[in-house]
């Protein structure tokens, strides 16, 4: 997609003051599922291989959509808006069905048996398909295909995402309906940048311009300028303002970019491999080359003074059936590990406990080996030797490594040895390579020592010259723990000789070319590189990335990749997006405030803000910052090369407040009276709204809109699934003069906009499910709508009881304080909840239910239309001040979330002292169970008797409760059991 001079009649300002399409209608839930689409994609994701150790890039699409829905206009003709927007995403029936075409989601076979075809030979030769099809014949079948699954989410998995398809031929069908859309604005445009320029005419009268002040990975400015705005980008960390550079002159480079790309690549891997083999460090002389070197770390035990290797696993390869076996030799108190391949299963269990165990209750782990028979074990912190001072802080006995070492000095308690190398060569065809892991040999320790002499040599001219870095360790959340548990003092202390050596061979080219393959191969090939052998066969493994969880966490063993081995990231194949050369695109390296210098004004904002985030970017890019700080390549020689710790914006407290307070006042002070702000945050719990509401408010802005994405992830490494969701809130500039509101008055005002709100769009979703089967929102979107309904009427005001809200949003919170913002959100969440009754439940049984019976039976209903995710469920929760909803949860896994079913609750969920327990539904629960067991009905509608003084009251309601059960249950013999109790309570005649 390029953008080109627009020729078509427009008038500019034309839609100056008309309210964005985001403002009103924003299909939530299918933007939801494409983020997550484009989540799952890992490394296929457009811009993760400029540096995949930054992990907090928004998706594409969700960019995509806000610019979009940010600068098309609400022509009053909601559905047809809605439908439009869905045409421009690709998310209408005709897209969906060229997406599974572009993927070939269905084979010819498969389509033959899935749908009638009357004339079978006009498509098909025998199993395939006539090759003279073009593929709009084929896109007949596929349109067809698509109207037999039911969801978007069963269309869209079938497809390639949005972006992976040719987008001349994917919107080739849009371009009439939009320009007849939009023909009272005088719109002609045949692609996306075409459109955006012409909107952006149209809007402020002249090509839009996005603005992202927290740039980070890029995702955002680079979309905005793929899509054919003008980009500004900054950051105060060098490294984001490096990936936003990379994504626009590498993933979205010009052809003399890309063609100076694979020239810096050539160049760099050539001279690394002829130095490299000029020191004959990585062969064995026998064809064979190395792929991994294993390293581990190797302590004395103060028990027997037998020098230990700490090895959590004695697998080395579980797809070769490979170990390490210690073998002791008395006379030295060491042992030497031998590498066996080929073992057995029962030798291949037996070798998964290493050297260094836990004690299963995840705290110290202690190291543990045998000498003649008896078994000895060290807690991991004795070897240290950890003590707490007097003032409460913790020390050890650790030697802190000085700025010239590069290795462990002999009297260190941690010492380091190479245990195993995996060796590669290739086979005679050519196309493949055969694998051996083999024990360390003399002549391995002679290559060992070459390096370690050749870095001995000349560290001191490479940190001189910036190639190594000198720069120290600042302590901080994530790096104490190289201090703390090595004693680790400086950058290059994470690297080994080896990893020294390579890194010194690469930071010697100076293009900023070079600077990703160099960061991506620091990455993998770092002391804190973990190795992972617990693939299948195949390559038989390889080392894990630095930053796989976003920590400096310190290893007991480690690989170290070798050059062979590294060619996919020394001569990495990025994609190819270029970007138009008509776009304006400017990366700087400052804070989020420092906009004065900057011209024109941006009429759009779109910021992803380091709000309470656990990833602290500031600290661990240091990693990368120390390579590049004395000696940055030209291209980035202007910015400043520190993370300057003391200048984020980070944290909860009140110098965070006032560093945002100054960043989007700068922000709303830098765009034109009809700009709009976009802010995304992670939605974590309540706080998150008090703080920040109040942040944009004191800033001049107010909230417009609130749409709710959901992006839910699991990770191993996690310890099991972090649930994320995106708060997208739209905001304006408030209009100017003082305004002063009540707290007594502005709730029911607040009352009356979230019911207006969200019964105009619960109007539009029954409209469009008639029509096309699929509501456009989730009762989480609609609760969210609700939420921004409430914001727009509290941010309108500059004083609250007198209160300027400048003052308001930086004062100190007080613990366990109820602010005015809590108590507005809270109002929206039970205006919106009591409008969201469930279908098939009564609106007078749903006003009189509690928080938790809400919940119950509001996910209930959502259990029976496919709602699997965790957040919903954690959003109601909130929505409805369930104390404790894992208390009714039978699974809790992000994207298999369910009720507990009937026959799963426990007694002790069901007593008075429970949240559950101690309501009608709870009783409820109890007399189907026991109905479940053969209890006679009438016998069960005697106890419910005997026990609710309200008996005769809260009949209806029960029987209504039951009605609904029946229902909705997803266990056949409850309904069965809710239709009996229910009929004998409805049936029930008082004299009984």
Same mark, same amino acid.
Request: hydrophobic share 40%; glycine share 8%; charged share 25%.
């Given at each position: 997609?390029?953008?080109?001079?627009?020729?078509?009649?427009?008038?500019?300002?034309?839609?100056?003051?008309?309210?964005?399409?985001?403002?009103?209608?924003?299909?939530?839930?299918?933007?939801?599922?494409?983020?997550?689409?484009?989540?799952?994609?890992?490394?296929?994701?457009?811009?993760?291989?400029?540096?995949?150790?930054?992990?907090?890039?928004?998706?594409?699409?969700?960019?995509?959509?806000?610019?979009?829905?940010?600068?098309?206009?609400?022509?009053?003709?909601?559905?047809?808006?809605?439908?439009?927007?869905?045409?421009?995403?690709?998310?209408?029936?005709?897209?969906?069905?060229?997406?599974?075409?572009?993927?070939?989601?269905?084979?010819?076979?498969?389509?033959?048996?899935?749908?009638?075809?009357?004339?079978?030979?006009?498509?098909?030769?025998?199993?395939?398909?006539?090759?003279?099809?073009?593929?709009?014949?084929?896109?007949?079948?596929?349109?067809?295909?698509?109207?037999?699954?039911?969801?978007?989410?069963?269309?869209?998995?079938?497809?390639?995402?949005?972006?992976?398809?040719?987008?001349?031929?994917?919107?080739?069908?849009?371009?009439?309906? &939009?320009?007849?859309?939009?023909?009272?604005? $005088?719109?002609?445009?045949?692609? =996306? #940048?075409? !459109? @955006?320029?012409?909107? *952006?005419?149209?809007?402020?009268?002249?090509?839009?311009?996005?603005?992202?002040?927290?740039?980070?990975?890029?995702?955002?400015?680079?979309?905005?300028?793929?899509?054919?705005?003008?980009?500004?980008?900054?950051?105060?960390?060098?490294?984001?303002?490096?990936?936003?550079?990379?994504?626009?002159?590498?993933?979205?480079?010009?052809?003399?970019?890309?063609?100076?790309?694979?020239?810096?690549?050539?160049?760099?891997?050539?001279?690394?491999?002829?130095?490299?083999?000029?020191?004959?460090?990585?062969?064995?002389?026998?064809?064979?080359?190395?792929?991994?070197?294993?390293?581990? &770390?190797?302590?004395?035990?103060?028990?027997? $003074?037998?020098?230990?290797?700490? =090895? #959590?696993? !004695? @697998?080395?390869?579980? *797809?070769?059936?490979?170990?390490?076996?210690?073998?002791?030799?008395?006379?030295?108190?060491?042992?030497?590990?031998?590498?066996?391949?080929?073992?057995?299963?029962?030798?291949?269990?037996?070798?998964?406990?290493?050297?260094?165990?836990?004690?299963?209750?995840?705290?110290?782990?202690?190291?543990?080996?045998?000498?003649?028979?008896?078994?000895?074990?060290?807690?991991?912190?004795?070897?240290?030797?950890?003590?707490?001072?007097?003032?409460?802080?913790?020390?050890?006995?650790?030697?802190?490594?000085?700025?010239?070492?590069?290795?462990?000095?002999?009297?260190?308690?941690?010492?380091?040895?190479?245990?195993?190398?995996?060796?590669?060569?290739?086979?005679?065809?050519?196309?493949?390579?055969?694998?051996?892991?083999?024990?360390?040999?003399?002549?391995?320790?002679?290559?060992?020592?070459?390096?370690?002499?050749?870095?001995?040599?000349?560290?001191?001219?490479?940190?001189?010259?910036?190639?190594?870095?000198?720069?120290?360790?600042?302590?901080?959340?994530?790096?104490?723990?190289?201090?703390?548990?090595?004693?680790?003092?400086?950058?290059?202390?994470?690297?080994?000789?080896?990893?020294?050596?390579?890194?010194?061979?690469?930071?010697?080219?100076?293009?900023?070319?070079?600077?990703?393959?160099?960061?991506?191969?620091?990455?993998?090939?770092?002391?804190?590189?973990?190795?992972?052998?617990?693939?299948?066969?195949?390559?038989?493994?390889?080392?894990?990335?630095?930053?796989?969880?976003?920590?400096?966490?310190?290893?007991?063993?480690?690989?170290?990749?070798?050059?062979?081995?590294?060619?996919?990231?020394?001569?990495?194949?990025?994609?190819?997006?270029?970007?138009?050369?008509?776009?304006?695109?400017?990366?700087?390296?400052?804070?989020?405030?420092?906009?004065?210098?900057?011209?024109?004004?941006?009429?759009?904002?779109?910021?992803?803000?380091?709000?309470?985030?656990?990833?602290?970017?500031?600290?661990?890019?240091?990693?990368?910052?120390?390579?590049?700080?004395?000696?940055?390549?030209?291209?980035?020689?202007?910015?400043?090369?520190?993370?300057?710790?003391?200048?984020?914006?980070?944290?909860?407290?009140?110098?965070?407040?006032?560093?945002?307070?100054?960043?989007?006042?700068?922000?709303?002070?830098?765009?034109?009276?009809?700009?709009?702000?976009?802010?995304?945050?992670?939605?974590?719990?309540?706080?998150?709204?008090?703080?920040?509401?109040?942040?944009?408010?004191?800033?001049?802005?107010?909230?417009?809109?609130?749409?709710?994405?959901?992006?839910?992830?699991?990770?191993?490494?996690?310890?099991?699934?972090?649930?994320?969701?995106?708060?997208?809130?739209?905001?304006?500039?408030?209009?100017?003069?003082?305004?002063?509101?009540?707290?007594?008055?502005?709730?029911?005002?607040?009352?009356?906009?979230?019911?207006?709100?969200?019964?105009?769009?619960?109007?539009?979703?029954?409209?469009?499910?008639?029509?096309?089967?699929?509501?456009?929102?989730?009762?989480?979107?609609?609760?969210?709508?609700?939420?921004?309904?409430?914001?727009?009427?509290?941010?309108?005001?500059?004083?609250?009881?007198?209160?300027?809200?400048?003052?308001?949003?930086?004062?100190?919170?007080?613990?366990?304080?109820?602010?005015?913002?809590?108590?507005?959100?809270?109002?929206?969440?039970?205006?919106?909840?009591?409008?969201?009754?469930?279908?098939?439940?009564?609106?007078?049984?749903?006003?009189?239910?509690?928080?938790?019976?809400?919940?119950?039976?509001?996910?209930?209903?959502?259990?029976?239309?496919?709602?699997?995710?965790?957040?919903?469920?954690?959003?109601?929760?909130?929505?409805?001040?369930?104390?404790?909803?894992?208390?009714?949860?039978?699974?809790?896994?992000?994207?298999?979330?369910?009720?507990?079913?009937?026959?799963?609750?426990?007694?002790?969920?069901?007593?008075?002292?429970?949240?559950?327990?101690?309501?009608?539904?709870?009783?409820?629960?109890?007399?189907?169970?026991?109905?479940?067991?053969?209890?006679?009905?009438?016998?069960?509608?005697?106890?419910?008797?005997?026990?609710?003084?309200?008996?005769?009251?809260?009949?209806?309601?029960?029987?209504?409760?039951?009605?609904?059960?029946?229902?909705?249950?997803?266990?056949?013999?409850?309904?069965?059991?809710?239709?009996?109790?229910?009929?004998?309570?409805?049936?029930?005649?008082?004299?009984?």
């Amino acid at each position: 997609m390029h953008a080109k001079t627009t020729t078509t009649t427009l008038t500019p300002l034309a839609l100056k003051d008309a309210p964005a399409l985001i403002e009103t209608v924003f299909p939530a839930q299918k933007v939801s599922f494409e983020a997550q689409s484009e989540r799952k994609a890992g490394a296929g994701q457009t811009l993760t291989g400029l540096g995949s150790y930054w992990k907090g890039r928004k998706p594409l699409i969700l960019v995509r959509a806000i610019v979009l829905g940010s600068l098309l206009p609400a022509t009053g003709d909601a559905e047809a808006d809605l439908a439009i927007f869905e045409k421009l995403m690709a998310f209408d029936d005709e897209g969906l069905a060229r997406r599974a075409l572009a993927a070939n989601a269905f084979s010819a076979s498969k389509l033959q048996a899935l749908i009638p075809i009357a004339d079978p030979e006009r498509y098909f030769r025998g199993r395939g398909w006539r090759r003279d099809l073009t593929d709009d014949d084929k896109l007949v079948l596929y349109r067809q295909a698509l109207t037999t699954l039911s969801s978007y989410e069963e269309k869209a998995s079938l497809g390639k995402r949005p972006e992976e398809v040719d987008q001349d031929w994917l919107y080739a069908p849009v371009w009439p309906e &939009v320009n007849r859309h939009y023909a009272h604005l $005088g719109v002609n445009a045949q692609s =996306l #940048p075409e !459109l @955006v320029e012409q909107l *952006g005419i149209l809007r402020y009268g002249h090509r839009p311009r996005v603005g992202d002040t927290f740039c980070g990975g890029g995702s955002i400015p680079f979309e905005a300028a793929r899509i054919g705005c003008d980009a500004y980008a900054s950051d105060l960390n060098p490294i984001a303002c490096m990936l936003t550079w990379g994504a626009f002159h590498i993933v979205g480079g010009s052809k003399e970019e890309r063609e100076q790309l694979k020239r810096d690549q050539q160049a760099l891997v050539k001279k690394v491999l002829a130095e490299i083999d000029r020191l004959g460090i990585e062969t064995d002389g026998q064809g064979w080359r190395a792929k991994v070197f294993l390293y581990c &770390v190797e302590v004395r035990c103060p028990q027997t $003074g037998w020098m230990v290797p700490l =090895l #959590p696993t !004695l @697998v080395v390869s579980k *797809g070769y059936k490979v170990t390490a076996e210690l073998v002791p030799d008395p006379g030295r108190k060491r042992y030497d590990i031998a590498i066996r391949s080929d073992v057995s299963d029962a030798e291949l269990k037996a070798a998964e406990l290493g050297t260094v165990r836990s004690d299963g209750r995840g705290q110290d782990p202690y190291m543990v080996h045998t000498v003649d028979g008896r078994e000895y074990r060290t807690k991991i912190s004795t070897l240290r030797g950890d003590y707490k001072k007097p003032d409460g802080t913790t020390g050890n006995q650790l030697r802190l490594w000085e700025k010239h070492d590069f290795k462990p000095r002999p009297e260190d308690i941690f010492q380091e040895r190479l245990y195993c190398i995996q060796w590669m060569r290739p086979r005679d065809s050519g196309k493949s390579y055969d694998y051996e892991f083999r024990a360390v040999t003399e002549e391995d320790l002679e290559r060992e020592r070459i390096v370690e002499e050749y870095v001995a040599k000349h560290l001191a001219e490479w940190q001189e010259q910036g190639w190594v870095p000198d720069m120290r360790i600042e302590p901080g959340d994530k790096t104490d723990e190289p201090i703390r548990t090595r004693g680790w003092t400086h950058w290059h202390h994470l690297f080994n000789p080896r990893q020294l050596l390579l890194g010194a061979l690469m930071r010697k080219q100076a293009s900023a070319f070079h600077a990703f393959s160099i960061f991506a191969t620091l990455d993998l090939n770092s002391r804190l590189s973990r190795w992972n052998g617990s693939g299948s066969k195949g390559a038989g493994g390889n080392t894990s990335n630095t930053f796989d969880n976003q920590a400096l966490n310190t290893l007991f063993n480690y690989g170290h990749r070798g050059v062979a081995n590294l060619q996919g990231y020394l001569r990495p194949n990025f994609p190819i997006d270029s970007l138009s050369n008509a776009i304006e695109k400017s990366i700087n390296c400052r804070a989020a405030d420092e906009l004065s210098s900057v011209h024109p004004l941006i009429p759009l904002f779109i910021t992803d803000p380091p709000y309470a985030d656990a990833v602290k970017y500031e600290e661990i890019t240091e990693f990368f910052i120390a390579w590049l700080r004395k000696n940055p390549p030209p291209e980035f020689a202007h910015w400043v090369w520190d993370s300057r710790r003391a200048l984020a914006i980070k944290g909860e407290d009140e110098d965070f407040r006032r560093g945002m307070v100054a960043a989007y006042t700068a922000m709303a002070e830098h765009m034109p009276d009809n700009g709009m702000q976009c802010v995304m945050f992670t939605h974590q719990d309540t706080s998150v709204w008090g703080d920040l509401i109040g942040i944009f408010w004191a800033a001049g802005l107010q909230v417009v809109a609130a749409w709710y994405i959901a992006t839910e992830t699991t990770s191993e490494l996690k310890k099991g699934g972090y649930v994320q969701g995106t708060v997208i809130l739209m905001l304006k500039k408030r209009a100017a003069g003082e305004r002063t509101g009540f707290k007594q008055r502005l709730l029911p005002a607040v009352r009356q906009e979230v019911a207006r709100q969200i019964e105009t769009m619960m109007h539009l979703n029954d409209t469009v499910k008639t029509q096309h089967g699929e509501p456009v929102w989730s009762d989480a979107d609609l609760q969210m709508a609700g939420y921004a309904a409430a914001l727009k009427v509290l941010t309108a005001y500059t004083h609250i009881g007198g209160e300027d809200v400048t003052r308001y949003a930086l004062r100190p919170r007080v613990r366990g304080e109820v602010t005015v913002v809590d108590e507005i959100v809270q109002q929206a969440a039970e205006t919106a909840s009591s409008l969201l009754v469930p279908e098939e439940l009564s609106a007078e049984t749903w006003a009189k239910l509690t928080g938790i019976e809400r919940f119950v039976l509001r996910m209930l209903d959502m259990k029976t239309t496919g709602s699997t995710k965790l957040d919903n469920y954690q959003n109601f929760a909130k929505a409805f001040r369930v104390t404790d909803y894992s208390r009714v949860m039978g699974d809790m896994r992000p994207n298999h979330a369910r009720l507990k079913r009937i026959s799963e609750f426990a007694s002790r969920d069901l007593t008075e002292a429970t949240e559950i327990g101690a309501t009608r539904l709870g009783r409820l629960i109890i007399a189907l169970q026991q109905r479940l067991k053969d209890a006679e009905p009438q016998v069960i509608v005697d106890q419910l008797r005997g026990e609710m003084a309200d008996f005769l009251e809260v009949r209806p309601l029960l029987v209504d409760m039951l009605a609904f059960i029946e229902r909705n249950s997803p266990e056949p013999e409850v309904r069965t059991a809710a239709e009996v109790l229910g009929a004998r309570l409805k049936n029930l005649r008082f004299g009984e």
